[in-house]
């Protein structure tokens, strides 16, 4: 029986930023991978000039053509069910924190986290993950649907474990501040260095002190894909985004390979100096379908 991943995120994109390679790299081994997006980016930015019509502002109509980037997205990752969460436009993109548009009756931000929850409890039910991904308390960077997302994420697992049907480990994702250092080293002396003015680790808002990463997913083989899917994502990630230069030289250790801390469930084997898990499944017992009962065919 395959092995099932949940993923939770706010916004079309996310997914293939931050977890693009852990994706891909469990799709790729024929696991069952589930994403969960939370809302259509509706207040997004467009980098896309001829489509700068559709902005909310304008045409509102980004969020449905988000709704594209994300399934050429995930089909370069290898993953095919794409779900929102409460069906396409059940929640809005709240814009960044402190906007009007936090306030919006529709945003996710003003959602009711019980009800939203579940949404989420009703995938659970469906798909029976053992591992979930969403963000820390802080939506890794502060983002409100980030946060929403963590919350939403974490009260469905809740309500869904009462019933057994949780996952059995929830992993948030991370950066390690030695990796946030060899990025800054690595970029110090480029022309163009997106980390241009940043002194250290500690200047960023989302280090993780490595004693407190539980694992370190390397996918550097699948690094193409996770570029392919952050190239579908154009009308946020334009061609001259630092994240195509972590794609460069540097990028297949930075691009490739993606970090966890574990916020439920027991830590499985891993190696290195901080015994980080490979595996999000490590020291979860895979349930094998039941022998069929001899006779029974
Ligand atoms: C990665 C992520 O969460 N992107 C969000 C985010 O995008 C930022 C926003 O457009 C901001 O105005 C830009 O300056 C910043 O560079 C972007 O990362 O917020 C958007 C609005 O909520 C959201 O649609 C997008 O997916
Ligand atoms: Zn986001």
């Not at 985004?241 to 830590?267: H, I, K, N, P, Q």
């Amino acid at each position: 029986m395959a092995r099932r991943l949940l993923l939770v995120h706010a916004h079309p994109d996310d997914e293939s930023i931050s977890t693009g390679a852990t994706m891909a790299h469990y799709a790729a081994l024929g696991d069952q991978v589930t994403l969960v997006t939370c809302t259509l980016g509706e207040e997004g930015e467009i980098y896309v000039p001829e489509l700068a019509k559709l902005a909310a502002a304008d045409a509102d109509q980004l969020g449905g053509y988000r709704i594209a980037e994300l399934r050429a997205a995930c089909a370069a990752l290898g993953v095919g069910d794409v779900r929102f969460l409460g069906g396409a436009g059940r929640y809005r993109d709240s814009g960044m924190m402190g906007l009007a548009t936090n306030d919006n009756p529709r945003s996710f931000w003003s959602a009711d986290v019980d009800e939203a929850a579940a949404y989420l409890v009703e995938v659970m039910r469906e798909t029976r993950p053992q591992v979930m991904i969403t963000y820390d308390e802080n939506g890794f960077y502060g983002h409100p649907d980030h946060i929403q997302a963590h919350r939403v994420a974490m009260r469905a697992a809740e309500l869904a474990r009462a019933e057994g049907v949780g996952p059995e480990k929830i992993y948030w994702m991370a950066l390690p501040c030695s990796v946030l250092e060899a990025g800054l080293h690595a970029f110090a002396d480029t022309v163009g260095n997106p980390f241009e003015g940043v002194e250290s680790a500690d200047d960023f808002p989302f280090g993780t002190p490595d004693d407190e990463i539980a694992a370190r997913i390397d996918a550097t083989d699948l690094h193409d894909a996770k570029v392919a899917a952050l190239k579908a994502h154009a009308t946020q990630i334009p061609d001259s985004s630092w994240l195509y230069a972590l794609a460069g030289d540097f990028g297949s250790e930075f691009m490739g390979v993606e970090y966890y801390t574990l916020a439920a469930g027991e830590r499985g084997p891993g190696d290195g100096p901080n015994g980080w898990e490979t595996d999000l499944f490590a020291g979860i017992a895979v349930a094998e379908p039941a022998p069929a009962e001899a006779g029974s065919r």
